[in-house]
């Protein structure tokens, strides 16, 4: 009996992740309703929050999973050996990170640097990307004054400052993948030199 009510709590789960995942495709996540997840998923209010603590929580998950699909593809590219080279791959993250300012909003209240005390599906993305980060600037001709953690750690910190002055009117002379380049170009290479 027991397996029969994990089999029925799984598909159920499953239903309103699936539900979710085709309002925001119609709509955006911002747009995403409890509501509406609810109805398509054909199941009570009550019965999403025994599997989501809020709209969030479920946002949380779905962001958090696209996150890790593009480190998916991230983590099967070859160590990059240039900056440009570096930026090119992490497209398929930026891609995720910008697809809505509502879902970059989320993704900064939940990388854990806001706070939060727990470690959700967000946070660990970030500790992933941190340990791609890490490997690729160990291999390549970058700076060796510092160790490729803290490298890392600064190229993550202007990855998100590029993406909140891609959000910015003020910021549109460049792309992000210029501004990205002048930083990363300053941070990663032996005395900021250009590549």
């Known amino acids: 009996m027991t397996r029969a009510v994990q089999k029925r709590t799984l598909e159920t789960r499953a239903r309103l992740i699936a539900a979710a995942e085709e309002v925001i495709t119609e709509a955006g ?10 109805l398509r998923a054909g199941v009570a209010k009550g ?30 590219l070859p160590a990059p050996a240039d900056v440009p080279a570096i930026i090119e791959a992490l497209m398929p993250l930026v891609a995720v990170m910008i697809s809505e300012r509502y879902v970059f909003d989320l993704i900064l209240r939940h ?5 939060k005390a727990e470690i959700g599906p967000i946070a660990q993305t970030f500790a992933r990307t941190d340990q791609v980060l890490g490997e690729w600037l160990a291999l390549g001709p970058f700076r060796r004054d510092v160790t490729p953690a803290l490298l890392s750690s600064g190229v993550q910190a202007f990855l998100i400052h590029v993406i909140a002055l891609h ?6 002379k460049q792309t992000l993948q210029e501004m990205l380049a002048e930083l990363l170009q300053a941070w990663l290479l032996p005395g900021g030199t250009r590549a």
């Open 29 to 38: 996540y911002e747009a995403m309703r409890v509501e509406e997840v609810v």
């Open 47 to 76: 019965t999403f929050f025994a599997h989501f603590r809020d709209k969030e929580a479920l946002l949380e998950l779905l962001i958090g999973t696209r996150i890790d699909a593009a480190l998916d593809r991230i983590e099967a």
């Open 111 to 115: 990388s854990g640097a806001a706070g």
């Open 167 to 172: 959000f910015c009117a003020l910021h549109q």
